[in-house]
């Protein structure tokens, strides 16, 4: 059975999916003074638990609340390629936090700034009511159902690659690929300060990966184009390296293929997308955390603003740069990552060590400069793509 309720509300702005981009947009919302209500499907606020890895961008934007979910420290990379090794140390530490925790630590900053956190709210529509936005939402389950009306003058959709927002606001649905890992119980004599990288281009144009999040359990994971396939190449994998899968955790992570405009107007409201929903994930690495964060600066900024966002802009850029470089790893044969990892010299890995990955454009003037002959190597890359030649404007 459905009931109906008619009686609508305003709430200032809306964000819809309490992801970690979307919790910190309302924090900084309300931050700002602006009232603000964020909408969460699930019942409760207890997300999946999964491991990731982030560089200390995120310490930089979000502090102690940001510390809160960290569970451990890299202090350097082990890469492998066509059995060659390379390792790259650390200036400063990349942070393994889990993402579970780091959105109820986002949370609680939301409601201490005063915003409001409303779960079991599915979204369910919107339209114009001539002074701004209607939006629909649902509460209930197990056959019992309440339709609520919201009146906002700006919504924020923050749910995911697959956003009902982003559909009912008329943005085409974005490519995604599968990310697979699976937890598993470390050798002892493993050091939890480093992780482990593999290019394996006939398994994935992507790589597989081992972080370690405390002294005896880490997260082996792979990214990949096809499920099916990503999956069966992880156990393969597994069983190479020796390790038994304890559980396994799957996402589907937005492919960046160019920059998505985040507003959209609606008569006289505006939507915004933000985090997984616009697409802001680096696809060198397919990590979106930072990224994100940095979207809901920019949401923010335009939404408290009413105009352009210069964080948006900077992201953009950003996200363009890392598209760059996926592009050219993309064309990588293993005689390519053998020749890469060979060309790591010393001056080349001081700049992977000093630079942080968040900063693509510094990274790879670093590189470069460091090792020239990686040059010849992009070039033949960029010269095997016509679509890397148009994006780089050749």
């Known amino acids: 059975m459905s009931d109906c309720s008619e009686r609508t509300e305003h709430v200032g ?42 560089t200390s961008k995120m310490r930089e934007l979000l502090g102690q609340v940001g510390d809160e979910s960290v569970v451990g420290q890299i202090n350097k990379f082990e890469l492998y390629a066509n059995g060659r090794a390379a390792t790259v140390g650390l200036e400063h530490a990349d942070l393994i936090i889990d993402r579970s925790r780091l959105i109820r630590s986002l949370a ?13 709210h599915r979204f369910k529509g919107l339209e114009s009511n001539g002074r701004g936005l209607r939006l629909h939402l649902e509460t209930g389950r197990n056959g019992t159902r309440t339709t609520h009306h919201k009146e906002a003058g700006a919504l924020v959709g923050a749910d995911g690659t697959f956003s009902s927002v ?3 606001a008329g943005w085409p649905e974005q490519p995604s690929i599968p990310l697979v890992q699976a ?31 405390s002294s005896g359990r880490g997260a082996l994971g792979v ?23 304890l559980e396994f955790q799957a996402a589907r992570i937005p492919r960046y293929q160019k920059w998505i405009p985040v507003r959209r107007a609606v008569e006289r409201g505006s939507v915004y997308l933000v985090g997984d929903a616009a697409g802001q994930v680096k696809v060198s690495t397919v990590g979106g955390i930072v990224t994100g964060l940095r979207g809901a600066i920019g949401v923010a900024e335009a939404i408290t603003r009413a105009g352009p966002s210069t964080e948006l802009r900077d992201l953009r850029r950003e996200l363009d740069r890392h598209l760059l470089i996926r592009r050219a790893l993309h064309q990588f044969r293993e005689s390519d990552y053998d020749r890469l990892l060979r060309m790591l010299n010393e001056p080349a890995l001081r700049a992977l060590c000093r630079t942080n990955r968040d900063d693509a454009g510094a990274l790879l ?8 002959r990686l040059v010849a190597l992009g070039l033949r890359c960029v010269l095997s793509d016509p679509g890397l030649i148009r994006l780089v404007g050749f």
Not at 17 to 42: D, F, I, K, N, Q
Request: aromatic letters at 8%.
């Open 13 to 54: 702005a809306a964000v819809i999916g309490a992801s970690s981009s979307g919790l910190y947009t309302a924090c900084l919302l309300a931050e700002a003074g602006h009232p603000v209500t964020v909408y969460e499907a699930a019942k409760s606020l207890d997300p999946k638990p999964r491991t990731l890895i982030v």
């Open 108 to 120: 609680r900053l939301a409601k201490a700034r005063g915003a409001q956190i409303r779960l079991d």
């Open 166 to 168: 982003a559909r009912s």
């Open 183 to 213: 937890l598993v119980d470390l050798p002892g004599d493993f050091d939890c300060s480093t992780s482990k990288v593999w290019f394996v281009p006939e398994d994935t144009p992507y790589f597989y990966w081992l972080i370690p999040e």
């Open 223 to 245: 990214i990949g184009e096809d499920p099916r396939r990503t999956r069966e190449g992880l156990e393969r994998f597994l069983v190479k390296q020796g390790l038994e899968p």
């Open 365 to 372: 003037r670093r590189v470069l400069r460091g090792q020239p």
